[in-house]
C-alpha cells in the first residue's frame, strides 16, 4: 500500500517539498505519496490529526508551526530538543515522534556539496528565530573557533546563545555568543550564514560593514532568488550560495528517517535547480 506524507504549512503553496519527495521515491522505489496541506494558524494540532487518522505517516512542517510540532510531539529527537523546534513528524504506534532536520541540512549542504568548512572558522549566523535554532547545535557539533548568533534585537540572539549552555562537552566547549547587529562593528568572519526572513521579504540587514572576512563565505537559507544579503556579500568579495541544498538535504534527511534510506541528493538539486 502506498503509504502517506504531506507537509504543513501557512502559506504552503509555494512549497517545493511535494516535488523533492516525488524525485526521491522514484530514485529509491519507495510507494510513498506527498501533498501540501495549507493550515489554518489556530488549526495545526487538528490538521495533524486528522491526517493522521487518514491514515497519514509522517509530515514535514514549516512556518509558522515549528514550535507547535515540538509541543505535539510526544517524542523528540536530540536535535529537536536543542531546537526547540519541529520540522519532521512521524507516526506510528498511536505515538508521534518530533525531529529537526534543517541543521543537519545546513551542513551537508555547507559541508558536502559546497566544500565549505565549518571545523576552526569564525562562524556568524544571522538570526534568533526558529530558523536559526535549527542550526545551532549542529554547527556547534562541526567545531567551528567560535559562533556568534546576532540579531536585530539583541537580547533574542543572548537568550538563544544562552538556551546552549547545557550542551554536551563537545558542543559547549566551543565559544558561542549573542549579540545586536551594531556590536557586530570591527569583527569579521569566515563564514556568514543569513537565518533572518529578510530574504523573503527583500529587505536589506542593517549589518556593519566589514563582517566578510578575505576569503569569507556567505550562505542565503532563502533560495531561487538573489536576496539583498547576497547582493552586500558579494560587493564585499564574499562566495555566496542561497539555500536550496539546505532544502533538499532536510528533506533527504527526513525522508531516511521516515523510509530508512537516504536518497542521493546531488540529481534532486540538479534537477531543482533547472526548474528554478
Not at 493550515?39 to 491514515?55: D, N, R, T
Request: glycine share 12%.
Amino acid at each position: 500500500m502506498t503509504d502517506h506524507y504531506a507537509v504543513f504549512g501557512n502559506p504552503v503553496a509555494h512549497s517545493k517539498s511535494p516535488r523533492i519527495h516525488a524525485l526521491f521515491a522514484v530514485q529509491t522505489g519507495e510507494d510513498i505519496s506527498y501533498e501540501k496541506i495549507f493550515v489554518p494558524i489556530a488549526g495545526f494540532a487538528a490538521a495533524v490529526s486528522k491526517f493522521v487518522a487518514e491514515g497519514g505517516r509522517g509530515a514535514n512542517v514549516t512556518v509558522p508551526f515549528k514550535e507547535d510540532a515540538f509541543n505535539i510531539a510526544g517524542h523528540l529527537s536530540p536535535c529537536a530538543q536543542a531546537a526547540g523546534a519541529v520540522n519532521t513528524l512521524t507516526f506510528g504506534n498511536g505515538e508521534i515522534a518530533g525531529d529537526n532536520t534543517d541543521g543537519a541540512g545546513l551542513v551537508r549542504d555547507l559541508v558536502t556539496n559546497l566544500g565549505v568548512p565549518i571545523k576552526g572558522q569564525r562562524v556568524l549566523l544571522l538570526g534568533a528565530g526558529g530558523a536559526a535554532r535549527g542550526a545551532v547545535l549542529p554547527l556547534l557539533l562541526e567545531q567551528p573557533a567560535e559562533l556568534v548568533i546576532a540579531n536585530r534585537t539583541a537580547e533574542k540572539a543572548r537568550r538563544l546563545a544562552d538556551a546552549f549552555a547545557s550542551l554536551p562537552a563537545c558542543a559547549v566547549s566551543i565559544k558561542h555568543t549573542g549579540c545586536g547587529f551594531g556590536e557586530l562593528a570591527g569583527r569579521d568572519y569566515d563564514l556568514v550564514i543569513n537565518a533572518t526572513s529578510a530574504g523573503l521579504n527583500n529587505a536589506s540587514l542593517d549589518l556593519p560593514a566589514g563582517i566578510f572576512a578575505a576569503g569569507s563565505f556567505a550562505y542565503e537559507m532563502v533560495y531561487g532568488r538573489e536576496s539583498p544579503f547576497m547582493t552586500e556579500a558579494r560587493r564585499a568579495g564574499a562566495s555566496v550560495a542561497d539555500g536550496l541544498g539546505m532544502l533538499v538535504e532536510q528533506a533527504a534527511e527526513a525522508f531516511a528517517i521516515w523510509r530508512g534510506i537516504r536518497p542521493e541528493t546531488q540529481p534532486v538539486l540538479a534537477q531543482l535547480r533547472s526548474e528554478l
